[in-house]
């Protein structure tokens, strides 16, 4: 490999990312006893963005060879987990997969034991804006953000809420642990420009 980059960890030292070469991209794990697997090789997943302790990968397939799709791969089998084009951003330890819909007013979803759930829209959504599921607790809490606002949705209840904060120009919601404390970004002027990382934490935590 020429160039590669890292972008999730599990509790067992695995670590998935991508790798360039003179073949091309290719997602690519880590293993914590130091082998590296070409993961688009031996799965089909173009991408990978996450993974947890039982060795699921999630990412994108690209079936066509132009457009992404959602797609889960655990044990040697890889399933799409949506026909609309897209992208699985996140997994928690319970196997619930979250992430987003390129098309239109792009959507994000759950997806939890074999049934996918599109989020609601945030309200003004503006035109040409994604709506993008970044990450899921093992509670079932969506983080991410849309628009002009940060959002959590929850899962077990079906209720999405705007984060304080993160509100106007360059918001963002990442990741949320089992405490729901929620790491983001939020601008810092008048304005709500020149974003800095924040933490935030749930009330009801």
């Known amino acids: 490999f020429s160039s590669s980059y890292a972008t999730a960890i599990n509790d067992r030292g695995d670590v998935a990312g991508y790798s360039w070469s003179d073949g091309g991209l290719a997602a690519v794990l880590w293993r914590r006893d130091g082998t590296v697997v070409d993961v688009t090789a031996t799965t089909g997943l173009y991408s990978v963005t996450d993974l947890d302790n039982n060795g699921r990968l999630v990412g994108a397939v690209v079936p066509d060879g ?4 959602p797609a889960l791969s655990y044990r040697g089998r890889t399933t799409v987990l949506s026909d609309t084009s897209g992208t699985a951003s996140a997994i928690n330890d319970r196997g619930e997969i979250t992430g987003y819909f390129f098309a ?11 049934r996918l759930t599109e989020l609601p829209l945030l309200p003004d959504m503006p035109e040409a804006s994604m709506m993008q599921a970044q990450g899921i607790n093992n509670r079932g809490q969506v983080v991410g953000y849309g628009g002009y606002d ?14 304080p904060g993160l509100t106007a120009a360059g918001p963002a919601a990442y990741d949320i642990n089992d405490r729901g404390q929620i790491a983001g970004s939020a601008g810092t002027t008048p304005d709500n420009r020149e974003p800095h990382a924040v933490l935030l934490t749930l009330k009801h935590h």
Request: aromatic share 18%.
């Open 66 to 69: 132009m457009n992404l799709y």
């Open 104 to 114: 239109g007013v792009g959507a994000s979803f759950v997806w939890r034991a074999g």
């Open 150 to 163: 940060g959002f959590v949705w929850e899962s077990d209840t079906g209720t999405l809420s705007t984060l």
